[in-house]
């Protein structure tokens, strides 16, 4: 993958806000998307994924929500995906139904 003339290549860095429930995709300072995820008693449930539209089509959101679903895997935890992203988004990586 090339990068513009003038263009900086950036990574996106995804966090686990556990103080808003959320896991959080931050580029050079921005939080450019997040996903909701409300924990329970052994189940985390995701039921909303955003990112902001001046973002969009980079991706962002599954490298989000492949962080969460990592992140919840190795915690022992399985998840109940709400949101209709997170739910497709784990039909389309059947590595990941596991934690259905």
Not at 42 to 48: A, I, R, S, T, W
Not at 64 to 71: C, K, Q, R, T, Y
Not at 77 to 99: F, G, M, S, T
Request: proline letters at 5%.
């Amino acid at each position: 993958m090339g990068v513009a003339k003038g263009e900086l290549m950036s990574e996106l860095t995804v966090v686990h806000n556990a103080d808003e429930q959320r896991y959080e995709g931050w580029l050079d300072g921005i939080r450019v998307g997040f996903v909701d995820a409300k924990a329970g008693d052994g189940v985390v449930e995701l039921p909303h994924t955003e990112v902001d539209p001046a973002y969009g089509g980079r991706g962002f959101a599954a490298e989000i929500v492949a962080f969460a679903l990592d992140d919840i895997r190795a915690q022992g935890r399985r998840v109940n995906p709400v949101c209709p992203y997170v739910a497709r988004y784990i039909e389309r990586h059947p590595d990941y139904q596991d934690l259905l």
